[in-house]
């Protein structure tokens, strides 16, 4: 069995306090910080859920498995991004969207940008709109990001981009929108710049409508 195996496996089995161990020999083996989460933590998430979605799993073993990945992820996370390639001083206010407490994939997202380079304010997760205006605010973001995982909390990205407008803060920044329901056609209707459907494309894209903007001022 492949090292990348074992930690696809692993996850599945919620045997959080191996996983770090596994994530240090795939390194050793050659495999970049990417490849482990690309071709093993993330694959492992989805059987994860799709195991759920047939009452195969319950919760505690989704708990499980979250806990697994979120540990290999904070072990990985300083070999993530290209800070040596590129250097950003933009904010990016971030954060999972009012009623939803999904946040792996918006960690992994956060510490690409960090990797990137950027400056990164994360609100956490269950972040009412009111809380999104207030930083917003406070932090004066090149972009504001919202994720959500929920096909019952994603129209709270729109009713959050509204409150921006209304704050008169949505004026001279991007909005970035991502998560596993959303789509490039729900980030088209609710006039979002940056939709990305994983966290590397994320930072890429941020920082390609960054550049094209700045050619525009
Ligand atoms: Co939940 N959950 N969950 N869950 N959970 C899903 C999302 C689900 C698809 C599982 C399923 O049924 N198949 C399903 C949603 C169905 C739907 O609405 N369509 C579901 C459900 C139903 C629920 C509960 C309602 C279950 C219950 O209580 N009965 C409940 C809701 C709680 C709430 O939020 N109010 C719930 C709870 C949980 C846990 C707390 C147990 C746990 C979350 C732990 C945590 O995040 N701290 C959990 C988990 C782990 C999952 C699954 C299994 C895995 C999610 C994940 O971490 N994926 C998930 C099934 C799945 O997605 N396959 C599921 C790995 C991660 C790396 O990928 O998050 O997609 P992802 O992030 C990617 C991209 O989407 C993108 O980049 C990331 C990295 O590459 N991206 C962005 C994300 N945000 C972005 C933002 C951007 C750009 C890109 O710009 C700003």
Redesign the pocket.
Known sequence: MSILDSIYNTVLEGKRHEIEGLVKRALEEGFSATDI??KA??PA??????R??QAEFF?PD??L???A??RA?SYLKPLLGERDVVSQQETVV?G?VQ???????????IATLEGTGYRVVDLG??VAPERFVEAVREHNPAVV?????????MVNIPRTIAALEEAGLREGRLV???????TQRNADEWQAE?????????ARIVTEKLAARRQCV
Request: glycine residues 12%; charged residues 20%; hydrophobic residues 50%.
């Open positions: 989460i690309e933590l993330r998430m989805d059987e994860v859920g799709l759920f979605s919760l989704l708990i498995a979250a806990e990945t979120k992820i971030i999972t009623g939803d407490l999904h946040d792996i994939g918006k960690n992994l997202v997760v269950d990001g919202f994720s959500a995982l929920l096909s019952t909390t970035a929108v991502g998560g596993a329901p959303v940056i939709y990305a459907p994983d966290a590397g494309t994320a």
